[in-house]
């Protein structure tokens, strides 16, 4: 089993349609989870952190569930600019790594 | 400008022939990374600094080597590269010695192919 995997995609959906990503990752003992932005051959950047309460920023809505161990990421009233692979990445297995997902790709459309 | 920089930006080699991608950043940062981007696998980190003269392998570190000396620099060194290193390579940093727990910067990537 991957430590964190996710659904490749690609999600194909309409300009203002909702969508969601989840990931799951192995490591029970990781504390820090977050969401990147990667668009085409270009290096990843920041989307945003997760938090155990959850947290909201402007259309993106990130979760965690530690009990099952996901994170998952909400998008709404998708723009065309919002196409681009979603990596979830989390810390661990020795503290001071990074895991990376294998990244979902969405693809807005007109 | 903070930024991470990278080079060269593209490369093709020769297997066997020693090779060096440099990295640098303007943050201060004490945590630096290397990370290679291959379809189907994503990323996956190879080595790591928490600071300078310290760094640890990550998940890929076969047939690399790295070394910090600075703490602006963290170069990543292939001895003798082989066809199966071909990939995309990041550096990334990030501010504190807890640096996995904060917001990795990435540098622009090299991609690098070794005939």
């Known amino acids: 089993r991957k430590e964190v995997e996710q659904d490749p995609g690609p999600f194909n959906v309409p300009e203002g349609a909702t969508v969601a990503f989840n990931c799951t990752y192995s490591?029970?003992?990781?504390?820090?989870f977050f969401w990147y932005r990667q668009d085409c051959r270009k290096e990843p950047k920041l989307l945003m952190s997760?938090?155990?309460s959850g947290n909201e920023d402007g259309r993106f809505t990130a979760q965690l569930n530690r009990a099952s161990q996901y994170i998952s990421l909400l998008i709404r009233d998708s723009k065309l600019s919002d196409s681009a692979t979603y990596l979830c990445?989390?810390?661990?297995?020795?503290?001071?790594?990074?895991?990376f997902g294998g990244g979902t790709r969405l693809m807005v459309k007109p | 400008e903070a930024q991470v920089t990278q080079n060269p930006r593209y490369l093709i080699t020769v297997t066997g022939k020693k090779l060096t991608v440099t990295c640098s950043q303007n943050?201060?940062?004490?945590?630096m990374s290397w990370y290679r981007q291959d379809p189907g696998l994503g990323l996956r980190q190879i080595y790591y600094?928490?600071?300078?003269?310290?760094?640890d392998k990550g998940d890929v570190p076969e047939g690399y080597k790295v070394s910090r000396k600075e703490k602006r620099n963290f170069p990543l060194i292939l001895e003798s590269p082989s066809p199966n290193q071909t990939s995309l390579y990041f550096c990334?940093?990030?501010?504190?010695?807890?640096?996995?727990?904060?917001?990795?910067?990435f540098g622009p990537g090299t991609r690098l192919t070794v005939l």
């Open positions: 990334a940093s990030s501010g504190n010695r807890r640096g996995s727990y904060n917001e990795q910067f």
């Open positions: 490591n029970s003992a990781s504390q820090s």
């Open positions: 997760v938090y155990s």
């Open positions: 990445v989390v810390n661990g297995p020795a503290g001071n790594m990074l895991t």
């Open positions: 943050m201060n940062h004490e945590y």
């Open positions: 600094s928490m600071n300078v003269e310290v760094t």
